[in-house]
């Protein structure tokens, strides 16, 4: 198994650029997560979505963020204009369903897109 | 409170016993974890435990559980350098099925 792909594992870009981070999870996962670490805060949940449909996205934190996951296979998290305050850095995780599942909600982690915004 | 707690370092030395503790939120909660972060990589499951178990063994690894108290705790035995991480105690919470409820992270340090 591949595991969670996420592109690019770093990224700099200057303030005001838009910055797209990508990500492809499992193969039969249906929920997918949008994930921010940093020092100050921790790792915060931005989005997650279930079978395609965003269910939560009370933890981006404001218009100059987005997400979109047109198919199963594909996700992104766009910034635009990007901050110097958004540099962190970003994971997508993936997991499948059903609470039948033997872990219950384990969550598979992609290995993240470090971003620095000068 | 809204947040799982843990304390932010741990530090051992190599062959020590290593005990990272967590309090959780929600009496709901069906599935507790933890989770291994090593430098530059994304967060991996160490193991967990359902919420009708009081302890779990995994070889080195032994994670006990107080409902009562909302405690989590995790014991590693025989610690090694490499089990130098961040530790992170997550939660599924009962009204929010699908998500999992993460803490700080537990920054471990193993010294030969």
């Known amino acids: 198994d591949a595991g969670v792909i996420q592109s690019p594992r770093h990224e700099v870009t200057e303030m005001g650029q838009e910055v797209t981070l990508r990500c492809k999870p499992i193969?039969?996962?249906?929920?997918l997560f949008w994930y921010r670490q940093t020092m100050m805060r921790g790792l915060e949940l931005l989005i997650y979505?279930?079978?395609?449909?965003?269910?939560?996205d009370s933890g981006m934190p404001e218009d100059r963020f987005s997400a979109k996951m047109p198919n199963a296979s594909f996700s992104t998290l766009k910034i635009q204009p990007s901050e110097p305050r958004d540099s962190a850095v970003y994971f997508c995780?993936?997991?499948?369903?059903?609470?039948?599942?033997?872990?219950?909600?384990?969550?598979?982690f992609g290995p993240g897109t470090r971003l620095t915004v000068t | 409170g809204e947040d799982v707690e843990q304390s932010l370092f741990l530090s051992v030395r190599e062959g020590d016993s290593s005990v990272i503790n967590c309090t959780y939120t929600?009496?709901?909660?069906?599935?507790l974890y933890w989770y291994k972060q090593e430098p530059g990589a994304g967060l991996q499951l160490l193991t967990y435990?359902?919420?009708?178990?009081d302890m779990k063994q995994d070889q080195r690894l032994t994670v006990l559980l107080n409902k009562k108290d909302k405690h989590l705790s995790l014991r590693i035995a025989d610690t090694q350098t490499g089990d130098s991480a961040i530790y992170f105690c997550?939660?599924?919470?009962?009204?929010?099925?699908?998500?999992?409820?993460f803490g700080r992270g537990t920054q471990l340090t193993v010294w030969p």
């Open positions: 995780a993936s997991r499948p369903d059903g609470q039948g599942y033997s872990r219950g909600y384990e969550q598979y």
């Open positions: 193969s039969g996962h249906n929920s």
């Open positions: 979505f279930n079978n395609n449909v965003p269910i939560d």
């Open positions: 929600d009496s709901s909660s069906t599935y």
């Open positions: 435990i359902f919420s009708n178990m």
């Open positions: 997550a939660e599924s919470r009962g009204s929010t099925l699908g998500r999992l409820y």
